[in-house]
């Protein structure tokens, strides 16, 4: 499977950015999309994911109240709506399909996301 992350760009402090993944074949209900960002001279860390099939959704303690994730799975895509964001939430951000809510097996290329302050 390829994975195809977009919308990236630089915004300011407090501004909104879409991200969206588009995957190359059909997203099953036993997968979880899951998005994942890495900062320069940080290890990748785990965003938010979304169950393909029960919808349900996953975010870390630093993004929960602020991003969103969502799917359409007529596109295979999945979105990570991001609001308020701030100048920490700047990095190369990954979208990667799995089978668990935390981890993943396949991982597309990045998007840069730049906040400045």
């Known amino acids: 499977v390829q994975l195809q992350a977009s919308g990236g760009g630089l915004v300011q402090a407090g501004g909104s950015l879409r991200l969206s993944c588009a995957a190359s074949?059909?997203?099953?209900?036993?997968?979880?999309m899951g998005w994942y960002r890495q900062a320069p001279g940080k290890e990748r860390e785990f965003v938010g994911s979304?169950?393909?099939?029960?919808?349900?959704?996953y975010y870390s303690d630093s993004v929960k109240d602020r991003f969103a994730i969502s799917k359409e799975s007529a596109k295979n895509t999945v979105y990570l709506q991001m609001n308020n964001l701030k100048p920490e939430d700047t990095a190369v951000y990954f979208c990667?399909?799995?089978?668990?809510?935390?981890?993943?097996?396949?991982w597309g290329q990045g998007t840069q996301v730049t906040v400045s302050s």
């Open positions: 074949e059909r997203i099953y209900s036993s997968h979880v």
């Open positions: 979304i169950r393909w099939g029960r919808g349900s959704t």
């Open positions: 990667a399909r799995g089978r668990d809510p935390w981890s993943a097996d396949f």
